[in-house]
Every structure is written in structure tokens, then in C-alpha cells.
């Protein structure tokens, strides 16, 4: 009998909480995810920090704290600050981009400065920790982000992501984690070359550069080095109008070529046209597309239609 899906906490509980900071994570662990998202960027000085971009003005007061650090275009990069300087950064609701109002207005509220940015080693300790109180195990789910971009600024990100999952114990298939990127020659030398053990998942988009890749020959080759699709949720539903949404072959073609798929980003703010709530939306996924894992800013919501649809207990 195949599984029921697997809930990913998208950048934790972040429809409740300001994305990827620890309070975040920790609700989303009690909240019923399986797996907390990593996003991971590095600093100037090479430390890891869970960020979804490689800049810091959506998310942070940087451009106040330290005035004249940004480049010709505007924006405060992470890598041009050392971890030091970064703990010294408060942590807001995101923003829309440019913007002082919040992306999603009705989520924490986006002027409330609680939170910091947290390393990759204290998000671990945290998860590590609570896996021990709860006696559950939540696993992770790390995105090496813009590895061409650390490269050319001469960091190594993906070796540097191992090094810590394995300092935690994560490095052997069975381990409760993920590994995602967008890039798929960095995936592919994630597994040939840097001999990673982790189940890889190849992350894509709606976008031309992935087209050769998400045909069914693309998809047999990429099953050689990963384990898993992980789409945006339109790529795996063709709309009609007065229609039920049905399942494209894109999943048709990932079954084909032994790829799971883990579909993106399911949130009670941004619901397509045909969804009345996000309720619907994810009973859609689990039954009719029948998709492995959902990645979600509202866990909780995830958890509770998994067993209306799969009756887990």
C-alpha cells in the first residue's frame, strides 16, 4: 500500500509565524508536520543561516542597521555580512518585495520585532531537541540555494550543507531528511561527486529552462542521481472552466521514471481561482493528483485533511 503523504512545513509554520525563524519551526513541530524546510544561504565568513533569499531587506531591518552596505541594485546581500553582523538583525513578517506592507497582511503582524536570524547548526540543535522532548521525529528538508552564486563568491555551499547534516547525523538514506535544489547539475554532483546518501529532490518551476528536463527521457535521467520531483502546484493540474481539476501528465511521467513527487507551496492566502479553500485544494492533491508530499505555510491544515483523506492516526 502506497503511503500517505508527507507533510513539509513550508519555511515552518510561516502563515502563523515569521518565516524560518526558530518560533516558527517550533510550532510547526507541534503542529503535526513531518519535515521542517531549510532554507540555506552562507555569509561572507561561510557560517550557514536558514534564509529563503540570498538578500535580507524582505525579511529583516539590515537596510537600517547598517545603512551604505547595499549594492548598485538596491539590496543587502547576506553574503556581504559576516554571521556577527547578521545576529545583530531583527527578523520581521516578509514584506512585499520594495514594500513596507506585509506580502500576506493577515499573518503575524509585519511592525512586531521578535525574532532573529537562526544558523543552520541552532535550527538542527532545536529540531534535534525536540524530536527528544516530543519523542517524535520531524525531519528535515534543506535547499542548497543558489549554489552557482556561492561558487562564484567562492563558497562551496553544498559541502558545507553536508558537512553540517552529518555532523547531525544525517548522511545515510533511511536518515529522516531531504535534500532539494533547483539546480540540477548541483544535484547531480551532489550525488556523484560529493557521494551524498540523502534523497535527492529536483525542485522546478514553470519555466522554459526546465522543459527538456520534464520530459519523460528528461525525467528517466534525472531518476539516475535523485529521488523526487518537487513542483509548483500548478504544474501538476490542468484547469478547465466548469471542470474538476485534473492531474497533468507531468505526474504520469514522474511515476514513470520512479521520481516521488513533492508539490509547492500550498497557503490559505494564495489559493488558485478553482479553490475555494485550502482545505479543498490540498484533498485535490491527495486523492485525485495523488502527489507524495505537500510542502505548506499552514501545517496544521495539511495534517488534518491528510487524515480526513488517508485516515491516519
Known amino acids: 500500500m502506497k503511503p500517505p503523504p508527507i507533510v513539509i512545513a513550508h519555511r515552518g509554520a510561516s502563515g502563523y509565524l515569521p ?55 538596491g539590496r543587502h546581500y547576506v553574503i556581504d555580512f559576516d554571521l556577527t553582523e547578521l545576529k ?41 531537541g525536540l524530536n527528544r522532548s516530543t519523542g517524535r521525529t ?3 528538508y534543506p535547499e542548497i540555494k543558489d549554489p552557482q552564486w556561492h561558487r562564484q563568491h567562492g563558497i562551496d555551499l553544498s559541502k558545507l550543507v553536508l558537512a553540517e547534516l552529518r555532523a547531525f547525523g544525517y548522511s545515510r538514506a533511511g536518515d529522516a531528511a531531504f535534500v532539494q535544489c533547483f539546480d540540477n547539475a548541483e544535484l547531480a554532483r551532489l550525488k556523484q561527486e560529493l557521494k551524498c546518501e540523502l534523497p535527492l529532490i529536483q525542485l522546478v518551476e514553470p519555466a522554459s529552462q526546465y522543459e527538456a528536463l520534464l520530459t519523460a527521457s528528461g525525467l528517466r535521467a534525472l531518476s539516475a542521481y535523485a529521488n523526487g520531483l518537487g513542483p509548483h502546484h500548478s504544474q501538476l493540474v490542468e484547469v478547465e472552466e466548469g471542470r474538476r481539476p485534473r492531474p497533468t501528465d507531468l505526474v504520469r511521467r514522474a511515476r ?58
Open 19 to 73: 518565516e524560518h525563524t526558530l518560533a516558527a519551526k517550533a510550532l510547526a513541530h507541534g503542529l503535526g508536520a513531518d519535515y521542517l524546510e531549510q532554507d540555506v544561504v552562507a555569509t561572507r565568513d561561510s557560517q550557514l543561516v536558514v534564509l529563503h533569499d540570498l538578500y535580507l531587506d524582505d525579511v529583516s531591518d539590515v537596510a537600517v542597521k547598517f545603512p551604505g552596505r547595499r549594492r548598485n541594485d
Open 88 to 128: 545583530a538583525l531583527t527578523i520581521f513578517e516578509r514584506r512585499a518585495p520594495g514594500a513596507a506592507t506585509a506580502k500576506y497582511p493577515a499573518r503575524f503582524p509585519a511592525d512586531v520585532g521578535l525574532f532573529g536570524i537562526a544558523t543552520l547548526q541552532q535550527e538542527l540543535e532545536l529540531i534535534r
Open 138 to 140: 520531524v525531519g528535515i
Open 256 to 313: 514513470d521514471a520512479g521520481l516521488r513527487v513533492h508539490a509547492y507551496t500550498f497557503r490559505r492566502d494564495d489559493l488558485p481561482a478553482y479553490a475555494p479553500t485550502l482545505e479543498d485544494l490540498l484533498a485535490l492533491f491527495f486523492v485525485d493528483v495523488g502527489v507524495d508530499g505537500v510542502f505548506s505555510d499552514h501545517p496544521d491544515v495539511a495534517a488534518r485533511v491528510r487524515v480526513a483523506t488517508h485516515k491516519v492516526q
